[in-house]
């Protein structure tokens, strides 16, 4: 069964760097998603992406996020300069198509933890 | 806007006891209605969604939840637990025109005992 993969599955840094957490959408999906959940807290969502842009945004991705499919087949997800507060798991996650209450299928995630 | 409201952050059953996870939403729009599980360093798998079809959904593993409109409700239910059902369940809400984003509970950490 096709399913969404999530690189790395976890990376430590420390504040203030750069991190770019890696997903892999099923094949044929159009509609990308990166969700969070700090520890003990909600999946909260992120971003969604379509058609090669945002769709829609939460107040969580601010200036300092910024989603990319660069390729075709991987879907980024960048923090320019991390915070402590960034420390969570972050999922990927896909659907076929919206227009409809789709199915979304979740990557296994990233827990990023920073220092 | 939309929330969802999980009562109960741990529930602990006996293996072939009932489940029970309760799960309660708001939303401005008809919803759509999921149940998600996820293991201990998974991601989250689907096992069930209302779509407002029938409102008895039946999911895998031998799940199902009700739809109920007038109590806001969405409850997970499976007859007889086993021990592989232990794990941490989440119910989301979503609606039309809004990317079909998925607004989570915090979620029921359920443990089977032998």
């Known amino acids: 069964e096709p399913e969404v993969t999530q690189t790395p599955s976890h990376q430590v840094t420390q504040m203030g760097q750069e991190v770019i957490l890696r997903c892999v959408p099923i094949s044929n999906h159009l509609y990308f998603y990166w969700y969070r959940q700090i520890l003990g807290q909600k999946v909260e969502f992120l971003v969604s992406f379509y058609n090669n842009e945002i769709s829609e945004k939460s107040e969580i991705f601010d200036d300092q996020f910024s989603v990319e499919r660069p390729d075709g087949s991987n879907f980024t997800l960048k923090i320019r300069s991390t915070k402590l507060e960034d420390s969570a798991m972050y999922f990927c996650a896909s659907i076929l198509e919206s227009g409809t209450p789709d199915t979304q299928y979740f990557g296994p995630g990233t827990r990023l933890t920073v220092l | 806007a939309q929330s969802v409201t999980q009562l109960g952050s741990h529930v602990s059953v006996s293996e072939g006891a009932l489940v029970l996870l309760r799960c309660n939403y708001s939303?401005?729009?008809?919803?759509?209605l999921f149940w998600y599980v996820q293991y201990p360093n998974q991601g989250l798998q689907l096992l069930l969604k209302?779509?407002?079809?029938?409102?008895l959904v039946k999911g895998i593993n031998g799940f199902e939840a009700e739809f109920k409109k007038s109590e806001t409700s969405f409850h997970l239910t499976k007859p007889s637990a086993h021990m592989s059902d232990a794990a941490e369940y989440l119910c989301a809400v979503s609606e039309r025109g809004s990317n079909y984003k998925l607004t989570f509970g915090k979620g029921t950490l359920l443990t089977v005992n032998p």
């Open positions: 939303s401005s729009v008809p919803p759509y």
């Open positions: 209302y779509t407002s079809a029938a409102t």
